[in-house]
């Protein structure tokens, strides 16, 4: 049994942080990208994680302020959140590649999807 499931979020203040997890269950060997879908927004993708831990950003309002790490021994990825804004405000959700590198694209070349989690930023 395959299975992705992001957790962490919730309500934070402007300028606060929030770490969310993703756990992966039943394969190894992925990469795992992050994505994002604002209040009456389409979902975008904001960064992806090789299995080896190389990184690479798809949106400019990650940059500086959004790290995603990961603990193969555990199957778990992160994403830690600083200096949080109001915009930063919507659902957060992670996905596994078919490979082990970011593909730099979606969603075709994510098998596996987490079910999401709610990230709310107050002013």
């Known amino acids: 049994q395959v299975q992705v499931v992001a957790s962490g979020g919730g309500l934070v203040q402007a300028g606060g942080s929030l770490r969310l997890s993703c756990t992966a269950s039943g394969f190894s060997l992925y990469a795992m990208g992050w994505f994002r879908q604002a209040p009456g927004k389409e979902r975008e993708e904001i960064l992806c994680i090789s299995w080896s831990g190389r990184t690479t950003a798809y949106t400019d309002f990650v940059k500086g302020r959004f790290t995603s790490s990961r603990d193969n021994a555990k199957n778990v990825v992160y994403l830690q959140m600083t200096s949080l804004k109001p915009e930063d405000t919507g659902m957060y959700y992670c996905?596994?590649?078919?490979?082990?590198?970011?593909?730099?694209?979606?969603?075709?070349?994510?098998?596996?999807w987490g079910q999401g989690t709610q990230v709310t930023v107050s002013s």
């Open positions: 996905a596994a590649a078919w490979g082990d590198n970011c593909p730099g694209s979606w969603p075709n070349e994510y098998g596996y």
